[in-house]
């Protein structure tokens, strides 16, 4: 509840920044804010608690997710003031905007009530579909605001009517009560039906086939820092939170709707990373690299007991390799008008350190050793098969191989074809951000137990 109201409080801070001209102090304090709420949030680990009335519950899985979006949103807030400087007058808004997301991260994965839940997910949406059409002038941003705001809101109006059916078959909306009249057999068939609208609208959120539609259109046309976002920290936090409600709702799943988490989590793989060959836009390309990581992480579905650490490990590999190769994805394309692969040509000669960034968060996500995606696919494969579905598992090791298709397709153009352009000035704030995400993602892959231990 700290958290909350520390990021609710920074968040308005950046807003009253705007009419007191401190233009200059606001990413340093925003950051700074940042680092102060993440220490205050690690303070909670062992000290769980619930606040009104149950609505927010603090307890280790809550913490351990909740630093990571903290840590996550750091970066993107660091990269705002570089990223819009030709905008200044609007540059309070938009990390206000981003911290209030981070509010509504922190409510989706610390609810007890699912009106807090549903409060946690319109707020993050809200900053989604504005910040998605936040260039007004731009065909593209305008298109891609408009796909994300219908679609999300048609989402989340499935998952408000599965909240009502549930709420209609038990009288409560406190989790824990849920969960202990679902282990009775008197629920009527709406109780099953509520909790599919609500998977459903879930799986939308984190863009798993076949409701992954809008993520490559919307992926290409908003600002390459939004996308940034949807594809790191706002997949992460709807995948922590569906974990969270069936594992909090539930005490076990059907068979039959562990076969069609089976079913989602192939299909997303498959058609995620088979688009994804013939696409020559890197960010059309990472949205479809992030429809196969959805696939990968609903393998944790699968071992609802016994996933919640591997999850929160797979999740952070994936998301600082993410915030790392868009830090350079950013910096090579920020005066381009696309985001082709032909502008990677030769970065490895031009610039070596960000072309061995964008490389190492590229094997990271396709899963080659040494890198934390690696052992994260490694140990989600490990559950899995102790779950008994081994067929997941082997599309899962396909799936990965053909990744390496088009991730290489990028890292060939990097040190095999001839620089287009000539070196240009780098900002040392996508230095930094680039340097230490990819830096944290090793360490995680030297020292897994640092993330798996948490939750354990």
């Known amino acids: 509840m700290n958290t909350l109201i520390a990021i609710s409080g920074l968040g308005i801070f950046c807003l009253i920044a705007e009419i007191f001209n401190l233009r200059k102090l ?24 619930a606040y009104y009335n149950n609505m927010i519950v603090v307890d280790k899985f809550s913490v351990a997710f909740s630093s990571l979006f903290i840590v996550l949103t750091l970066f993107l807030v660091a990269m705002s003031g570089e990223f819009y400087k030709d905008h200044p007058t609007k540059l309070s808004d938009f990390v206000a905007i981003k911290i209030f997301l981070l509010a509504g991260a922190v409510a989706m994965v610390s609810f007890g009530n699912l009106s807090m ?7 993050l949406s809200i900053s989604l579909y504005i910040l998605a059409a936040s260039r007004r002038l731009d065909v593209k941003s305008n298109e891609a605001g408009m796909k994300y705001f219908l679609l999300g809101s048609f989402a989340s109006g499935i998952i408000l009517f599965g909240i009502c059916l549930i709420y209609g078959a038990t009288g409560y909306f406190d989790i824990a009560e849920i969960k202990d009249l679902s282990q009775g057999a008197g629920l009527p068939i709406w109780f099953p039906i509520g909790i599919t609208l609500m998977v459903i609208g879930m799986l939308f959120k984190i863009a798993a086939a076949p409701f992954h539609f809008w993520a490559p259109d919307v992926y290409e046309g908003s600002p390459s820092l939004t996308t940034a976002t949807m594809s790191t920290l706002a997949k992460v936090v709807a995948m922590a939170t569906l974990f969270k409600l069936l594992n909090g709702m539930t005490t ?23 688009m994804a060959l013939h696409q020559n836009n890197v960010k059309r390309m990472l949205a479809f690299s992030g429809i196969s990581h959805a696939g990968f992480m609903l393998m944790a579905i699968l071992s609802l007991s016994a996933a919640a650490n591997l999850l929160l490990y797979y999740t952070a590999a994936y998301a600082l390799a993410g915030i790392a190769s868009f830090a350079v ?96 000035a780098v ?29 354990a």
Do not use: H, W
């Open 26 to 49: 606001l990413v340093p304090v925003a950051v700074l804010g940042l680092l102060a709420i993440l220490g205050l949030t690690i303070s909670e680990f062992n000290t769980p608690a």
């Open 117 to 123: 839940f549903f409060l946690g997910i319109e707020v």
């Open 252 to 274: 076990s799943l059907s068979v039959t709707f562990e076969t069609v988490i089976v079913v989602v989590s192939i299909l997303s793989m498959t058609v995620g990373n088979l």
């Open 329 to 424: 994805i950013i910096y090579v394309t920020r005066n381009k008008d696309n985001e082709d692969i032909l502008n990677f040509n030769g970065l490895g000669k031009t610039n070596p350190v960000m072309a061995a960034v964008l490389t190492t968060s590229l094997l990271s996500m396709a899963g080659i050793p040494v890198f934390a995606g690696f052992f994260g696919k490694f140990m989600l494969f490990s559950q899995t098969i102790k779950s008994g579905y081994l067929v997941v598992v082997i599309a899962g090791v396909l799936n990965s191989i053909v990744s390496i298709g088009y991730y290489f397709k990028l890292i060939l153009a990097m040190y095999t074809k001839e620089a287009t352009d000539e070196k240009q």
């Open 427 to 455: 900002s040392f704030v996508y230095y930094a951000v680039a340097v230490i995400a990819i830096l944290l993602n090793i360490i995680m892959g030297l020292c897994p137990s640092l993330v798996t231990n948490l939750l």
